[in-house]
C-alpha cells in the first residue's frame, strides 16, 4: 500500500510513521530537491541524505528504501513546468481570490514570471527540469512521477487546480515537447542499468554502491558537507558517475580514475568522448560510465 502521509487535522503529518510494507510519499526529498536545483540553499549532507532515500525517515522497523517514495511533484502544487515558470502561484481561476493552495513552493522562475521568454529562458529552464528529472529518477528510492511532466504540461502557475476540469488541467499530448519525452525515457531506462538502484537494501559504507566525492574525485570533507560549494559526484556501483554542479559559475569537475565517457541523456550512443575532466555547466549536471 502507498500513503500519502499528511492531513490538515491536528497530528495529521505522519511521513515515516507507518508501518512495515507501506510506502509513502516523500515530502522531504520533493523539498530538498527543489531547494538544492531551484532556490541553491540546501547543503550537500541534506541533498545526500534525501538521494538515498532519506534513512533518517524510513530505515525503522525493518522497511526497505523502497518505501520513500520520492518525487518532485503530485496532483496537488506546480507542475515541472511551473515550477521552473512560477515564483507566486495563480489560483485566480479557482474563485477563491488566489487564498488557496499553498504558498511554499520552492520554485523559481529564473528571472521572469509565467510561460514563454527568450531562447536563454527558455534553456535555463530546460536546464533546471533536466536536472530535477534525474535527481529524481537516478535516485535510491521508488520514483515517482506527475503524468504530463514528461512532456512538459503546465497549468499556467494554479497550484490547487482540484476543481478545474478544463484545459487547465487536461494533458494535450499534441503539445508534448518530445525531446523532454525522450529525455525522461532515456532516464528511466538508466536507472535501471544501476545495480545500486536496482537491489532493494540500505547503501552502507563500503558496500560499493555510493561514493560521495568533491569537484577534485576526493571523499568530501565535514566541512564541504555543509558549508562547501554546490559541486558533487555521485559514484555508483563503480561503474556510473553522476557530476553535478548546482552553482552559476562553470566549474571544472575532475573525474575519478578510470576512461569515463557521457552516457545517454547527457550524450549520443555513438562514438564515446573518453574524458577526464567535465566543464561543469552552470547549475548542470551529466552522467558517465566506465
Given at each position: 500500500?502507498?500513503?500519502?502521509?499528511?492531513?490538515?487535522?491536528?497530528?495529521?503529518?505522519?511521513?515515516?510513521?507507518?508501518?512495515?510494507?507501506?510506502?509513502?510519499?516523500?515530502?522531504?526529498?520533493?523539498?530538498?530537491a527543489?531547494?538544492?536545483?531551484?532556490?541553491?540553499?540546501?547543503?550537500?549532507?541534506?541533498?545526500?541524505?534525501?538521494?538515498?532515500?532519506?534513512?533518517?525517515?524510513?530505515?525503522?522497523?525493518?522497511?526497505?528504501?523502497?518505501?520513500?517514495?520520492?518525487?518532485?511533484?503530485?496532483?496537488d502544487?506546480?507542475?515541472?513546468?511551473?515550477?521552473?515558470?512560477?515564483?507566486?502561484?495563480?489560483?485566480?481561476?479557482?474563485?477563491?481570490?488566489?487564498?488557496?493552495?499553498?504558498?511554499?513552493?520552492?520554485?523559481?522562475?529564473?528571472?521572469?514570471?509565467?510561460?514563454?521568454?527568450?531562447?536563454?529562458?527558455?534553456?535555463?529552464?530546460?536546464?533546471?527540469?533536466?536536472?530535477?528529472?534525474?535527481?529524481?529518477?537516478?535516485?535510491?528510492?521508488?520514483?515517482?512521477?506527475?503524468?504530463?511532466?514528461?512532456?512538459?504540461?503546465?497549468?499556467?502557475?494554479?497550484n490547487?487546480?482540484?476543481?478545474?476540469?478544463?484545459?487547465?488541467?487536461?494533458?494535450?499530448?499534441?503539445?508534448?515537447?518530445?525531446?523532454l519525452?525522450?529525455?525522461?525515457?532515456?532516464?528511466?531506462?538508466?536507472?535501471?542499468?544501476?545495480?545500486?538502484?536496482?537491489?532493494?537494501?540500505?547503501?552502507?559504507e563500503?558496500?560499493?554502491?555510493?561514493?560521495?566525492?568533491?569537484?577534485?574525485?576526493?571523499?568530501?570533507?565535514?566541512d564541504?558537507?555543509?558549508?562547501?560549494?554546490?559541486q558533487?559526484q555521485?559514484?555508483?556501483?563503480?561503474?556510473?558517475?553522476?557530476?553535478?554542479?548546482?552553482t552559476?559559475?562553470?566549474?571544472?569537475?575532475?573525474?575519478?580514475?578510470?576512461?569515463?565517457?557521457?552516457?545517454?541523456?547527457?550524450?549520443?550512443?555513438?562514438?564515446?568522448?573518453?574524458?577526464?575532466?567535465?566543464?561543469?555547466?552552470?547549475?548542470?549536471?551529466?552522467?558517465?560510465?566506465?
Open positions: 500500500l502507498i500513503a500519502e502521509p499528511w492531513d490538515i487535522a491536528p497530528g495529521g503529518y505522519q511521513v515515516g510513521n507507518f508501518p512495515p510494507l507501506f510506502a509513502e510519499w516523500n515530502d522531504h526529498f520533493r523539498d530538498a527543489r531547494r538544492f536545483w531551484l532556490h541553491y540553499d540546501l547543503p550537500l549532507g541534506a541533498f545526500a541524505g534525501r538521494f538515498a532515500a532519506s534513512s533518517d525517515v524510513f530505515k525503522r522497523n525493518g522497511r526497505l528504501p523502497s518505501a520513500a517514495i520520492n518525487l518532485v511533484t503530485a496532483h502544487g506546480f507542475t515541472l513546468r511551473d515550477c521552473v515558470c512560477f515564483n507566486h502561484k495563480h489560483n485566480e481561476a479557482n474563485g477563491e481570490e488566489n487564498r488557496d493552495g499553498t504558498n511554499n513552493n520552492y520554485s523559481n522562475n529564473h528571472g521572469k514570471e509565467g510561460l514563454g521568454g527568450t531562447l536563454d529562458l527558455v534553456e535555463r529552464r530546460r536546464d533546471s527540469i533536466h536536472a530535477l528529472l534525474t535527481t529524481l529518477l537516478l535516485s535510491q528510492g521508488t520514483p515517482m512521477l506527475l503524468a504530463g511532466d514528461e512532456h512538459g504540461h503546465s497549468q499556467r502557475g494554479n490547487n487546480a482540484y476543481c478545474q476540469d478544463n484545459q487547465l488541467t487536461w494533458l494535450d499530448w499534441s503539445q508534448a515537447s518530445s525531446g519525452t525522450a529525455f525522461t525515457a532515456a532516464l528511466i531506462h538508466l536507472r535501471k542499468r544501476i545495480p545500486a538502484l536496482m537491489e532493494n537494501r540500505w547503501w552502507e563500503g558496500d560499493g554502491n555510493v561514493r560521495w566525492l568533491n569537484r577534485y574525485a576526493q571523499p568530501l570533507s565535514t564541504e558537507w555543509q558549508n562547501g560549494p554546490k558533487l555521485i559514484l555508483l556501483s563503480d561503474r556510473f558517475l553522476i557530476a553535478i554542479n548546482a552559476l559559475e562553470v566549474t571544472e569537475i575532475v573525474l575519478p580514475a578510470g576512461e569515463w565517457h557521457a552516457i545517454p541523456p547527457f550524450a549520443g550512443e555513438d562514438n564515446p568522448v573518453i574524458t577526464a575532466v567535465w566543464q561543469g555547466a552552470a547549475h548542470g549536471l551529466c552522467v558517465f560510465q566506465r
